[in-house]
Nanobody, 123 residues
């Protein structure tokens, strides 16, 4: 079965940094894009940063460009979050999508989802 397991969420002050991890298993990852989505209370889920595994190409939402970086290593995808703002607070979800570019995934959806990890940005 496809498994996506996030970790690394927590409480951080505005301007601080946090690194999320997503361990992937159960599928041929070379045929997928992997990405991070987030959902804050009262808001719709939005794509944040996504990567096509095969070639490592990435896409970032305008709201996080220059602050967040997606990367991969072995069976894990990371989201390095710097210069965090209160509006970044949300549950962050790792997702996988078949045969998608990073941009398409981040502006649409995933096929499989992790359970999420909570990021709180507050002083």
């Amino acid at each position: 079965q496809v498994q996506l397991v996030e970790s690394g969420g927590g409480l951080v002050q505005p301007g601080g940094s946090l690194r999320l991890s997503c361990v992937v298993s159960g599928f041929a990852v070379d045929g997928y894009a992997i990405g991070w989505f987030r959902q804050a209370p009262g808001k719709e889920r939005e794509g944040v940063s996504c990567m096509r595994w095969r070639d490592g190409s990435t896409y970032d939402a305008d709201s996080v460009k220059g602050r967040f970086t997606i990367s991969r290593d072995k069976n894990t995808v990371y989201l390095q979050m710097n210069s965090l703002k209160p509006e970044d607070a949300a549950v962050y979800y790792c997702a996988a999508r078949r045969s998608a570019t990073a941009q398409v995934m981040c502006n649409d959806r995933g096929d499989y989802w992790g359970k999420g990890t909570l990021v709180t940005v507050s002083s």
